[in-house]
Nanobody, 121 residues
Framework: QVQLVESGGGLVQAGGSLRLSCVAS????????MGWYRQALGKQRELVAS???????NYADFVKGRFTISRDNAKNTVYLQMNSLKPEDTAVYYCNAGVVRSTTSKYFEVWGQGTLVTVSS
């Protein structure tokens, strides 16, 4: 079984910063791409940023220049550094990973439980 656990969410004032972490654990052979998604109240889940196993990154337009995604493969961890936060960034942030399980050698997507980020004006 593979799990993703997010942490680092909380309440912050506009213009402030937060750093989200997501740790993968379990029977993992390898982790391919990892990403952060968010879902605001009444809206669909959307991609925030993603990073490949080689470090290539992709960002949504609404976070470009403010957020940075990174990963530590030795720790099976992906991070999202969020700077210059805006009230519209308020959402539940979810970690996602493409994982190859040790037992089956098959690829599948795993989602974390989410961490709430609230930005006050």
């Amino acid at each position: 079984q593979v799990q993703l656990v997010e942490s680092g969410g909380g309440l912050v004032q506009a213009g402030g910063s937060l750093r989200l972490s997501c740790v993968a654990s379990g029977s993992i052979f390898s982790i391919n791409a990892m990403g952060w998604y968010r879902q605001a109240l009444g809206k669909q889940r959307e991609l925030v940023a993603s990073i490949t196993s080689r470090g290539s990154t992709n960002y949504a337009d609404f976070v470009k220049g403010r957020f940075t995604i990174s990963r530590d493969n030795a720790k099976n961890t992906v991070y999202l550094q969020m700077n210059s936060l805006k009230p519209e960034d308020t959402a539940v942030y979810y970690c996602n990973a493409g994982v190859v399980r040790s037992t089956t050698s098959k690829y599948f997507e795993v989602w974390g439980q989410g961490t709430l980020v609230t930005v006050s004006s």
